[in-house]
């Protein structure tokens, strides 16, 4: 405990690098001192006179500086793994130095110690030494590998052992001779599964470590045996090799570490030496077994039987390692054979795989190319003949450019350029091909920057034929933006091209809309059918588009609805194609075999600086209304006052159609006198409605607008119903002889059921 402190306080004092050289000389003078100090005290060191005493006191100072090293080294261990090894290889040293002390106190006291203090250390460095290094194997190798490496290290270990009996049993003749020869054998043993165990681990190369364990533990074994051979009763210089072993391996057991060797090289080297120390071991225990009847024929009966006994460990170790390793081979081959089955089946799938690939490729509608550096088709597959008609093989070579139609060339260009300067870039672009036959096809293509795969090392194109989508895409956008009747554009393609031109229009450009509705058009319809109706549509369309500019848009809006877009036209100029579209409406138009005239009401808007396409239309709608109600056949420009006015009217116009069910109508009787006579002659039914809101709406108001709607059909078959029902009542009141009238519109005239429905009412 006193060299303990003594070296703490020298390696606090002194740099971390230094501690262990001081350490390793202050501790043997500090333990020597102490003791003699206590020999001393004792009053014994007259009695240490044998040569045997002086060498167990320097053995023991020996012994404790490497206990004292191993500690310190262990507290300053950074892993456990280190900790647990210096303190295991330090407990050794502890060993060692009881042995020695026992020693000394047999030659102080003069009294004879029980054997089994010189059986303790043995024992216990045994154990120890085999904790130290399972410690390291358990925490580095699975457990069939620490397996072998201890088998391993047990062949060697025993074979070292039973070497130094055969060879050294025939030396000793003197007292002390078997306990110096035990301590040989133990140490020559450890040495060897020593040498085999660092190999294991191939920890860090250098003058430290598990390389100043091996040596000083060789030099014990040197020290040891030759003890063993002179005897401890003379004196020798084994005691200077025995104590400076023991300094050495403390030394080693204070910097020991299970930190590997980074050398690939080296690492290679001790797998290989490790595999050699066994077969030689085993190849010293053959040679043992042969010659060991001569070796061992004048040794003691029990050094010959520890020796045998060693050999048959040996043999017998050998057995369980040889069925390990044809059991670790036959793992190894299931191993290999079952590695090379999954690379047969991996190649058999991956040969599939090709297949299935190049059958997608060669089957494939889209057309795969492989273009180099230079622009130029270093691949194209089969599929390109059925897309544009070329052989698979014939535009292989060329510049992929030459496909493209001129028109479509620098959007190509300008697609590779920033595909070849993006590593991994991929771009999608239509473009139009030149089809063998001469015709130009419409490709999608899609084109990905492969450069750094040495495999393709080219860009990689792959495209496909969407001619007939493209054409089927046009038609429905025509189709969504054009009426199919007359060609013209609908409603959402006018208002879009309105907005376009607000939004592109100057200061000084003005922007006009015209609604155009045919006049009694419902007419055509109901007396020669809605075909012969199509066809004067179609042919108003035809005249709208002559009388209009090539910049102008006319479009229909449903029904006999059209609406016309002039761009940069004065007020005069719109006045003047105004009239120019209704005068090509005087012409009569062919219906079939028959000719009909048709006239048109047009209202006209002017966009302000803050109209928009919807509020223009409306505005139109609104004028051409008020034409239609100052007389049709008219054209009127829009003020704000007309939407009041027709509001109220589209108001009108909707009560009118719930009036009915309603029950808001009413029946006026206006009486009929006979001028000649002076007397009642009859009653003249009057249709009068009572809105709910507006009060009495006179029929000059809903009249019209109920023969627009067709309503004044059922209406008037109202009228009829309650006017005969009123005459029936004056007849049963004795009035037989009053009469009652009504009024029809030209379009009840027009019903094919007027007669039945009088019939009925009669």
């Known amino acids: 405990m006193a060299a303990a402190s003594t070296l703490s306080l020298a390696g606090g004092l002194a740099p971390p690098r230094l501690w262990r050289r001081r350490q390793l000389l202050v501790a043997p003078l500090v333990a020597g001192a102490l003791l003699v100090a206590l020999f001393a005290v004792l009053g014994q060191a007259d009695q240490i006179t044998h040569l045997r005493g002086w060498n167990a006191a320097a053995l023991l100072i020996a012994g404790m500086a490497a206990l004292a090293a191993s500690l310190r080294g262990a507290r300053e261990a950074t892993t456990d793994v280190d900790r647990n090894v210096r303190m295991t290889l330090g407990a050794a040293a502890f060993f060692y130095a009881f042995a020695q002390m026992s020693h000394l106190v047999e030659q102080v006291s003069g009294v004879s110690l029980s054997p089994v203090f010189d059986a303790i250390p043995l024992v216990g460095i045994l154990t120890i030494v085999g904790a130290c290094w399972w410690i390291v194997l358990r925490k580095r190798y699975p457990r069939a590998e620490q397996i072998a490496i201890s088998l391993d290290s047990a062949v060697v270990f025993c074979t070292a052992g039973a070497a130094s009996l055969v060879l050294l049993g025939t030396q000793i003749d003197h007292a002390g001779g078997s306990l110096a020869l035990a301590y040989t054998v133990l140490f020559a043993s450890s040495l060897g599964a020593t040498v085999v165990l660092?190999?294991?681990?191939?920890?860090?190369?250098?003058?430290?470590?598990?390389?100043?364990?091996?040596?000083?533990?060789?030099?014990?074994?040197?020290?040891?045996?030759?003890?063993?051979?002179?005897?401890?009763?003379?004196?020798?210089?084994?005691?200077?090799?025995?104590?400076?072993?023991?300094?050495?391996?403390?030394?080693?057991?204070?910097?020991?570490?299970?930190?590997?060797?980074?050398?690939?090289?080296?690492?290679?080297?001790?797998?290989?030496?490790?595999?050699?120390?066994?077969?030689?071991?085993?190849?010293?225990?053959?040679?043992?077994?042969?010659?060991?009847?001569?070796?061992?024929?004048?040794?003691?009966?029990?050094?010959?039987?520890?020796?045998?006994?060693?050999?048959?460990?040996?043999?017998?170790?050998?057995?369980?390692?040889?069925?390990?390793?044809?059991?670790?081979?036959?793992?190894?081959?299931?191993?290999?054979?079952?590695?090379?089955?999954?690379?047969?089946?991996?190649?058999?799938?991956?040969?599939?795989?090709?297949?299935?690939?190049?059958?997608?490729?060669?089957?494939?509608?889209?057309?795969?190319?492989?273009?180099?550096?230079?622009?130029?088709?270093?691949?194209?597959?089969?599929?390109?003949?059925?897309?544009?008609?070329?052989?698979?093989?014939?535009?292989?070579?060329?510049?992929?450019?030459?496909?493209?139609?001129?028109?479509?060339?620098?959007?190509?260009?300008?697609?590779?350029?920033?595909?070849?300067?993006?590593?991994?870039?991929?771009?999608?672009?239509?473009?139009?091909?030149?089809?063998?036959?001469?015709?130009?096809?419409?490709?999608?293509?899609?084109?990905?920057?492969?450069?750094?795969?040495?495999?393709?090392?080219?860009?990689?194109?792959?495209?496909?034929?969407?001619?007939?989508?493209?054409?089927?895409?046009?038609?429905?956008?025509?189709?969504?933006?054009?009426?199919?009747?007359?060609?013209?554009?609908?409603?959402a393609l006018f208002l879009d091209r309105v907005n376009h031109t607000l939004r592109r229009r100057g200061n000084h450009n003005s922007v006009s809309v015209l609604f155009m509705d045919l006049d009694d058009f419902k007419t055509i319809n109901d007396s020669l059918g809605h075909v012969a109706g199509d066809v004067v549509l179609t042919q108003v369309s035809q005249r709208l588009r002559a009388c209009l500019r090539p910049e102008d848009t006319v479009a229909r809006l449903g029904g006999d609805e059209f609406a016309i877009l002039l761009e940069e036209a004065s007020f005069t100029d719109v006045g003047v194609i105004a009239d120019r579209l209704l005068a090509s409406l005087q012409q009569p138009f062919e219906a079939g075999s028959k000719q009909v005239h048709i006239g048109a009401s047009m209202g006209v808007s002017f966009a302000g600086e803050t109209s928009d396409a919807d509020e223009l239309l409306r505005n139109a709608d609104v004028a051409m209304y008020t034409a239609k109600g100052r007389g049709k056949g008219r054209i009127e420009i829009f003020e704000a006052s007309m939407h009041a006015a027709v509001v109220t009217r589209l108001e009108l116009r909707a009560d009118v159609e719930h009036a009915l069910e309603r029950g808001e109508f009413r029946i006026r009787y206006q009486p009929v006198y006979d001028l000649a006579t002076g007397g009642l002659h009859s009653f003249e039914a009057l249709l009068r409605w009572r809105h709910p809101v507006r009060g009495d709406v006179g029929p000059g108001e809903f009249i019209p607008l109920a023969e627009e709607t067709g309503l004044i059909v059922p209406i008037g078959r109202w009228i009829l119903e309650q006017t005969c029902i009123q005459a029936q009542a004056w007849r049963e009141a004795g009035r037989p002889d009053l009469l009652a009238s009504f009024n029809l519109s030209a379009r009840q005239l027009r019903e094919p059921n007027i007669v039945a429905w009088v019939a009925d009412a009669l």
Request: charged share 20%; with cysteine.
């Open 198 to 491: 660092n190999l294991a681990i191939t920890p860090r190369r250098g003058p430290s470590g598990w390389v100043a364990v091996v040596v000083g533990v060789l030099i014990i074994v040197l020290g040891s045996a030759w003890e063993a051979v002179a005897g401890s009763d003379s004196w020798a210089p084994y005691t200077v090799l025995q104590a400076s072993g023991l300094l050495i391996a403390g030394f080693g057991c204070a910097t020991w570490t299970a930190e590997l060797d980074q050398s690939v090289q080296f690492r290679q080297m001790a797998a290989r030496v490790r595999g050699w120390l066994p077969l030689a071991a085993v190849t010293v225990a053959s040679a043992l077994i042969v010659g060991g009847e001569v070796i061992t024929s004048d040794q003691q009966d029990g050094i010959g039987l520890a020796a045998d006994s060693l050999l048959a460990i040996v043999l017998l170790l050998c057995v369980v390692r040889q069925t390990m390793l044809l059991r670790e081979r036959g793992r190894i081959t299931n191993e290999a054979r079952e590695a090379a089955d999954r690379e047969l089946a991996l190649l058999e799938d991956l040969r599939a795989s090709e297949q299935r690939f190049r059958s997608l490729v060669t089957n494939s509608s889209d057309v795969f190319l492989i273009v180099d550096a230079n622009g130029s088709i270093a691949y194209q597959s089969p599929a390109i003949e059925r897309v544009l008609g070329y052989p698979a093989d014939d535009r292989l070579g060329h510049k992929i450019l030459e496909l493209a139609h001129p028109d479509d060339l620098v959007l190509v260009q300008a697609a590779l350029a920033e595909i070849v300067a993006t590593p991994g870039g991929q771009r999608t672009l239509e473009l139009r091909a030149r089809h063998a036959d001469g015709s130009w096809r419409v490709l999608e293509a899609t084109a990905r920057n492969m450069h750094d795969d040495p495999v393709i090392g080219g860009i990689v194109v792959n495209y496909r034929d969407i001619t007939e989508r493209k054409a089927l895409e046009e038609q429905l956008t025509h189709q969504a933006f054009h009426d199919s009747l007359t060609g013209l554009a609908n409603r």
